[in-house]
């Protein structure tokens, strides 16, 4: 079983890493490595000579396995190395998600405003306007005018 | 592919500037003295073909929006003759490709954009619009750099291109104001405004000198085609805009053949520096944008005063009919023995003369502010007796009282009615309404209702009794789906708009106790517990509290109030940091393809179906579903 070694540049939550692969001097990559007994493939240990350890490395592929994992910590015990790993769903099925079809809940760019959206943030005043209607219409507090009302108009 | 706007730093990424073009096909033309290049009808043939002559930047060219066509010209007398002569015309004339890429902004916004010609070179052109479609072009202009297209000695190679910086420099109030950039050829910075370099520059030995300057503001992030930025420089301008500072130990700005090359820039106090997110305006705050066919929304508030004290210069007392007293104690118990003591031989005529008493045939008198309508004169008569005074005849009596409208809307640069975010915070809960109708107080709106469309209020008054119905109506084009045009009444309200006169102590107490019975309105508080400074936006307006603006308004109250309706608009403010949708998104909900998608995305794990990967654990299914579901990056 082979490990290669990556410094991987990205967050954890791309779907798509840019990793890099490390060359020392005076050691291969990929290296040979085992699986240590009683660990899965999905949050493995691997063992290996101290003599291939890269301290640099942060991210690994396993040819075997066939999945990138994220060196999430190292142990050295009588002349060997052992590397804590997560498997990276993301990195190792890439193509096979991007085919899927979903629903979006939030996405950067395709996404419609006039839905709420609970994530933002309010201040706890508001802001108060008037709009007047126009002054020149309606009644008029320039005037005062009296109406009266009689009976009994023989003239009307 | 057209791609018009802002690229977005990061690291790695190139853009193939062969693969981006620019709309339609463009039509490049030649009037006599000025090449053109348009997307649409031959620009000579247009009306405003006079005011482009007139109104052609004398350092080069010119770009204007008409009636869906885009324009650019350029004056060959700004030019050498070299340049301008038959066979080089005609040879920049064939060459120019109808390929263009934005760096920054957008033809009918003014911008920065890269072409090409068919010596594969490169040019950059700083545009600043400001389309109108009228005939006046303002001072629109554009300016090419790097020389003219076609010219083998000028332009940028592919590589050359692909080191070259851009900043976009906004002003103070955070408006695309200056298009800079900077090329390793040798340019230097140039401002499209002037033409000319940065107004003065200030050099410091290291970083921290120029972070030390108090003048310090901010300029967005410098942006490079291949990603890769030099270390240690920077660039940053202070709070006018105006003064561009930069780091020193590169070369000087201020002169051809040199340059610096940013790689900092400073935001709101921060540092960035690496790869980096060109930042991104808060989506939720739509109104700074401004249209080339209407106004913005109108975020300034009219001011509604107070009832005017001298307004009041004809009152009840000028008809004559009534005097008012003032007296004291000594005086009342007089008045009182006076009224309940012997009749006199005087006294007794004054009785006999108040058993006929004419006010009986008075219905009421009122006053009003307004006119009443009349179509002649009259004398006054009751009681089939002809008083001999005249008077104007009121003709009808139903009377319509038109208040006008207001518009609840800003016309968008898509020629579009828009409310006032284009967001759901334009609508209840977060966008409050209330309408004040004189004599009858202040209503809630529904927001729903009246926004995005021209809300009219007209009274309809029933001159016998005073007894008034204000209808609202709106009138609204319909978004497109799920919607459609409105134009009815939405509410009625009643009240009443006479100040009616007593004409008897009989009369006055009826109404005293009439008027009495609407009197307070007071103020109603729910109660609520104040929310904290950024609470989640449904938590804030479910604590808010609601308060009665005023009580009923009937009769003699309404006639000392606001005479004018208004409205009164209480709007949520958010705050939304920067980088917000790249950091969190917006809501979608929406079907996609994943690899249709790019930038930050949450997926719901019940549509996201990967059990069925070949070698792929149920656990690791698991995983990734939770993963999308808190969001990843595509």
Request: hydrophobic share 35%; aromatic share 12%; glycine share 8%.
């Amino acid at each position: 079983m082979q490990l290669t070694y990556y410094n991987n540049k990205s967050d954890k939550r791309y779907l798509n890493k840019n990793i890099e692969q490390l060359v020392l001097t005076g050691h291969s990559n990929p290296v040979n490595i085992v699986l240590v007994d009683d660990t899965d493939i999905v949050t493995p240990v691997f063992k290996m000579s101290d003599h291939d350890l890269y301290m640099t490395a942060n991210y690994c592929y396993v040819d075997t396995l066939r999945r990138y994992y994220f060196i999430d910590d190292v142990t050295l015990s009588e002349g060997y190395a052992f590397l804590h790993c997560t498997c990276d769903v993301l990195m190792t099925y890439k193509e096979e998600i991007k085919q899927r079809k979903v629903v979006v809940k939030r996405q950067e760019n395709n996404f419609n405003l006039y839905q709420v959206d609970d994530k933002i943030t309010l201040l706890n005043y508001e802001c108060v306007k008037t709009i007047s209607f126009p002054t020149d219409k309606g009644f008029d507090a320039n005037k005062q005018e009296f109406v009266l009302c009689t009976i009994g108009n023989t003239n009307a | 592919m057209a791609l018009i706007g802002n690229i977005r730093l990061n690291t790695g990424q190139n853009i193939n500037i062969p693969d981006i073009e620019w709309g339609t096909a463009g039509i490049i033309g030649l009037n006599q003295n000025y090449w053109y290049y348009s997307n649409g009808n031959n620009p000579a043939t247009q009306p405003y073909w006079g005011d482009v002559i007139s109104k052609i930047n004398a350092k080069g060219a010119i770009a204007n929006y008409w009636g869906d066509v885009y324009n650019l010209f350029m004056d060959r007398s700004a030019h050498p003759a070299s340049y301008w002569s038959e066979g080089a015309g005609k040879t920049w004339l064939d060459n120019v490709r109808a390929h263009t890429y934005f760096i920054f902004g957008s033809l009918d916004n003014g911008g920065t954009f890269i072409c090409k010609d068919s010596g594969n070179k490169y040019y950059l052109m700083a545009l600043r619009g400001t389309f109108n479609d009228d005939s006046t072009l303002g001072d629109d202009y554009a300016y090419w750099f790097q020389g003219v297209p076609g010219q083998s000695s000028d332009g940028l190679t592919a590589s050359e291109l692909q080191t070259a910086f851009f900043i976009q420099y906004d002003d103070i109030n955070g408006s695309p104001k200056l298009w800079i950039f900077y090329t390793p050829n040798g340019l230097g910075w140039r401002n499209y405004d002037a033409n000319a370099f940065p107004t003065s520059t200030y050099y410091g030995t290291t970083l921290d000198d120029c972070l030390s300057n108090p003048n310090w503001e901010e300029v967005l992030p410098a942006i490079s085609l291949n990603g890769t930025i030099p270390e240690n420089m920077f660039v940053c301008s202070d709070v006018t805009g105006e003064t561009v500072y930069s780091s020193q130990g590169y070369k000087a700005i201020g002169s051809d053949g040199e340059g610096v090359y940013p790689q900092y820039s400073h935001r709101a106090g921060s540092i960035l520096g690496g790869s980096r997110i060109d930042s991104s305006e808060n989506p939720y705050n739509s109104t700074s944008t401004t249209s080339p066919t209407g106004d913005p929304w109108d975020d300034t508030s009219d001011k509604i005063p107070g009832t005017d004290e001298d307004q009041f210069t004809i009152d009840a007392l000028n008809s004559g009919f009534y005097t008012l007293y003032n007296p004291d104690k000594t005086q009342i118990k007089a008045f009182n023995n006076y009224l309940f003591s012997d009749i006199t031989d005087a006294m007794s005529q004054i009785l006999k003369r108040l058993i006929s008493n004419p006010i009986e045939y008075v219905v009421f008198c009122a006053m009003c502010h307004f006119t009443p309508p009349s179509s002649n004169t009259a004398h006054i008569s009751f009681c089939g007796l002809d008083s001999g005074i005249n008077a104007n005849l009121i003709s009808k009596q139903m009377h319509p009282i038109d208040c006008g409208s207001v518009d609840l809307f800003y016309i968008g640069k898509d020629g579009l009615k828009h409310d006032d975010t284009s967001s759901f915070l334009s609508y209840d809960p977060y966008y409050k309404i209330q309408i004040y109708l004189p004599y009858i107080g202040i209503k809630d709106l529904k927001t729903s209702d009246v926004m995005r469309g021209t809300l009219s209020v007209k009274y309809w008054v029933d001159l016998l009794t005073g007894a008034c119905i204000a209808q609202l109506t709106v009138n609204r084009t319909s978004r497109g789906s799920h919607d459609v045009n409105l134009d009815s009444v939405i509410a009625e309200f009643t009240g009443n708009c006479y100040e009616h006169l007593p004409m008897s102590a009989t009369d006055w107490r009826g109404m005293a106790t009439s008027i009495m019975q609407f009197a307070g309105g007071a103020a109603s508080v729910a109660s609520g517990n104040a929310a904290g400074l950024g609470t989640m936006a449904s938590a804030v307006m479910a604590e808010k509290v609601t308060v009665a603006r005023s009580g009923q308004l009937a009769a003699n109250y309404g006639y000392m109030g606001k005479q004018t309706p208004y409205l009164i608009i209480s709007r949520a403010i958010n705050q939304t940091p920067e980088n917000f949708k790249e950091w969190e998104g917006l809501p979608s909900n929406i079907t996609y393809g994943i690899s249709e998608l790019s930038g930050y995305t949450e997926i719901d794990p019940n549509t996201l179906w990967v059990n069925n990967i070949p070698g792929i654990t149920e656990r690791e299914a698991d995983m990734i579903r939770s993963i999308c579901n808190e969001g990843i990056i595509v």
